[in-house]
């Protein structure tokens, strides 16, 4: 069974950084495609940046410039680099394995297999 764990939220004042790790059991993140979501209270989820088995990258318009997606492929790590974080950038931030939507659709929700979440409060 594939698990992910993700870490490292937690609660910055606006223009602060923060970097979120996501952790895979039974699943070798070079293998496939993976991302990175985020879902507000009253709002759908929604894609932040994802990453194909290549390595391309993908990111909302709202995140460009300020995250950054990566992953260790030695420790089999996922990260997210969140920089110039702003009050809107508050959320319930989750990652995301198992692709199975269209091709170029990577921001789309469409993963068998998602974390628990880790939350991050941005303050202005």
């Known amino acids: 069974e594939v698990q992910l764990v993700e870490s490292g939220g937690g609660s910055v004042q606006a223009g602060g950084s923060l970097r979120l790790s996501c952790a895979a059991t039974?699943?070798?993140?070079?293998?496939?495609?993976m991302g990175w979501f985020r879902q507000s209270p009253g709002n759908v989820r929604e894609g932040v940046a994802a990453m194909d088995y290549v390595g391309a990258t993908l990111y909302a318009d709202f995140v460009k410039g300020r995250f950054t997606i990566s992953r260790d492929n030695a420790k089999n790590l996922l990260y997210l680099q969140m920089n110039n974080l702003k009050p809107e950038d508050t959320a319930m931030y989750y990652c995301?394995?198992?692709?199975?939507?269209?091709?170029?659709?990577?921001?789309?929700?469409?993963?068998?297999?998602w974390g628990q979440g880790t939350q991050v409060t941005v303050s202005s």
């Open positions: 039974e699943y070798t993140f070079s293998s496939g495609s």
């Open positions: 995301a394995t198992g692709f199975r939507g269209a091709p170029g659709a990577r921001l789309d929700p469409a993963y068998a297999y």
